[in-house]
């Protein structure tokens, strides 16, 4: 197992003791009748094994961005424990990365995970060249030697599909679809062991979606890192994931394989999403 | 500016008129050459504000503003309103000024020496009682010290990186300009700008909001003639003599159009000794054309055009902000109302529960 | 006026700022600048420090740019002479406290020397972030990738990292630091020194330290040399040296001509030629 969540929940607002327990699926609300806070993420529970590709699917406003974003801890938890496999603390005991140090918190971000957003603005530096931004992942994953810096750039632009002539040009002379190629580049940069993905595709129009699909996964299989896909768009999730999760105000409301899931839903709200597939 | 709808108004104003000659009647006192041989790097800032290059003039502003060096420059700018336009100057070169101080922090020693010159950097500020130690000046000079710029021999051999000339000189005080702005607008906007608000802007660049880094190339006090074409004879003539300062920057390098990596400077002009602004303006320059991504563009006010063509003009931010004295009333009473119509609004809705009946 | 003229709960409080820096190598601490008789950019932070750890024992030497003769120094010389009668010398040899301003002495220095020196901007990261509240982020997350990268895109522009002088260094293998304005070829001087070096900013009103002995290195790629200025071919014409760092100049007929900057070292050189 290389991720395990433990009731993670993110409150917006007060957080009084009835918010986890009067919203949710069942209540078809993510909004606390008592304190009036938003409740965005409620209670989950979830693992991840090595080299697995979960997919977490719902509606906007399920908590599924925001479950990626307490993980990667672009958001504060209100609630739960993180705990990712050889993160431990001084006496060798596992240590949730909800408590981690600063300075833990970047070896977190640098070198075990990486995240790609949906919005390249939000992943990438655009002070910074494409190289360049690769070359910050790279360094800020303890790798101080130029030549190979510049390598492994060049490399990850090429098995993206950037022309490498382009390495020193600036982000915002690229396009949509090649910025996101260069934020997946530097993602990989750093040899994460879990790859976190927002909407990767969603704003990019289909050929260039199916393009950028195809090359994930390849790499997936190439490399072995583990992934977890958010996506409203069940043709991501059934192209990419193995297992899948389905959320709705915050609560996971039926898992499995991704197969199944799709298939043959059980929940009727799974069964809602599947059928209104156009 | 009038003062509406207060009645008795006119009696107030004059009697409040009547109160601030107390500040300046005694200043009338002073002789016009006294006040300018006593303060003048007072009447220096006053023309370079004003843009009005008179001795005379900015002294009886000074007086008459008891002292208020941005009042004064307005009084100035008005006059200059007041004055017919009769022609305009052959271009000026200030390599061709007679230096009476002339140094450069980028080089050790330089064509002619370091030329200090009358200058306080080196005093030690303090107010006790010095001895005034009269020292005997045995040897100096009376010739014309007329030198090339430091950095001549590096624009000779063309390291520098030259912008796009203008064919004609824009004049901001008949057309301003919109964005695009030409160099020109940018050099006369800052030359005629407050000396505190440049040294303000350019700060920020010194600080780091701004990647430049920059040496002082070449720094100049002197006398440049003014030379005319008479309009009947039309024979040229001079018509006088200006004291100016001006300060060339080294900043750092990066590519030019061309693709050829070259070596930025910035430059910095106004009338009279003021080297405090001419430093600032040649900082300015050089971080408004040489943005760098280094940094990132989004909050440097530096190398923003739109921050520096329209906040470094005294007058304008003077005047503006003591307008805000003006009666407001009728504009605070729309705010009022859409305040407590606002507030009523929210106080209704916090009283009603989620389905929007009253709890 | 009373004795380095400042008084002594303002020195108190810098010497526990000094103490503070050298118990954290390169780390930047507050202090509270006084306004001196000398303009803020003129060394004031230098001359802070200098006054509150000055005593009579002290033999003091002060240079600019290399040179005990430039105006700078000679202002700030005769200031701290005039509130401490404190012994002076130009020779680097007999300092016990050297103030400075852009250079190291070209000799080495020795066990119980105190180098001060005048610092502009005492954040090496103001350079990539100006914002101060998110450049003490940084230094608390020792994350310098900004730093790095800035050396990468240098690198792959120019072949090389673009600055020239107050090149970046790390302190003990925690913080980034801004050794002021020296150049390159001073950079090395600053590992392993056997003086103290404390260094003083006082408009910004930050102190810093380096204690004797302590690992420094330049922010550099492993697989890339540091390179410092280079004068290979030059040596100095009034002393023949072809070790020292030499100055530029360019006399009224624009003929260049070579000296070594710092003036010290020439003098004692000569001393040396004309001994044998």
Known sequence: MILDIKNLSKVFGKFCPNCLDNTGADFNSSICPSCKSVVGVNDINLTLSEGEVLGIVGESGSGKSTLLQLIYQDQKASLGEIFIKDFINKDGMKKSILDASLNELSVLRNSLMSMIYQNPRLGLNYNFSAGGNIAQKIIGSGNKKYDEIRKRALYFLDKTEIPTSRIDDYPEYFSGGQQQRIQISKALSSNPKILLLDEPTTGLDLSVQAKILDLIKELQHEIGFAMIVVSHDLGVIKHLTDITVVMKNGQIVEKGLTDQVLEDPQHPYTQLLVSSIL | MAYYAIKGGEEAIKNSLNFYNDFTKNSEKIEDDDLIEAFTFSIDKVMSEGSLYSKKLASQAIKRSAGDLLNASFFLRAHRSSCQRIGICKELDVNDMRLSRRISSAFKDIEGGQLLGASNDYEVKLLVDIKNEKVDIKNYSNKNNVIKSALTPLREDNLIKILPKEDEPWDITRVFPTAPYPRSSVLQVMSRGESGTLLGFAYTSMRGYGDVHPTIGDLRIGELDIKFIHPFTKKEVKIGSIEASAVESAGTFNKDENGDTKLTTGFGFCFGKNETKAISMSIIDLTLYNNSYTVGTEQIVASDFEMVMHHVDGIESFGFANHYKLPHYVTFQTDYQIFKSAKKYVDEQNRKDVDGDIK | MRYAFLDEEAKKEIRRSILKAIAIPGYIVSFASREMPVARGWG?????????????????????????????????????????????????????????????????????????????????????????????????????????????????????????????????????????????????????????????????????????????EPLKFEDREFKVENFEDKSCQRCNSKNSFLDEVYDDNGIVHYYCNDTDYCDSQIKKADKK
């Open chain 3, 44 to 216: 004031t932070g230098g001359l802070q420090v200098t006054l509150s750890i000055i005593n009579e024992k002290d033999t003091l030497k002060v240079i600019d740019q290399g040179c005990d003769g430039s105006v700078n120094a000679v202002n700030i010389r005769n200031f701290i002479s005039s509130v401490t009668n404190v012994k002076t010398t130009v020779d680097t040899k007999k300092a016990t406290l050297i103030q400075t301003r852009h250079r190291i002495p070209q000799i080495d220095l020795e066990e119980g020397q105190i180098l001060v020196y005048q610092v502009p901007m005492p954040d090496i990261l103001e350079t990539v972030e100006p914002n101060t509240a998110k450049a003490k982020i940084m230094h608390a997350n020792a994350d310098y990738s900004k730093l790095w990268v800035l050396l990468y895109e240098d690198t792959s522009m120019y072949g090389d990292s673009r600055i020239s002088n107050r090149y970046p260094v790390i302190v003990h293998n925690r913080y980034a630091m801004d050794p002021s304005p020296i150049p390159k070829y001073d950079t090395p001087k600053l590992n392993n020194n056997k003086a103290l070096q404390l260094f003083g900013a006082g408009r910004e009103k930050k102190i810093y330290a380096i204690p004797p002995y302590t690992k420094v």
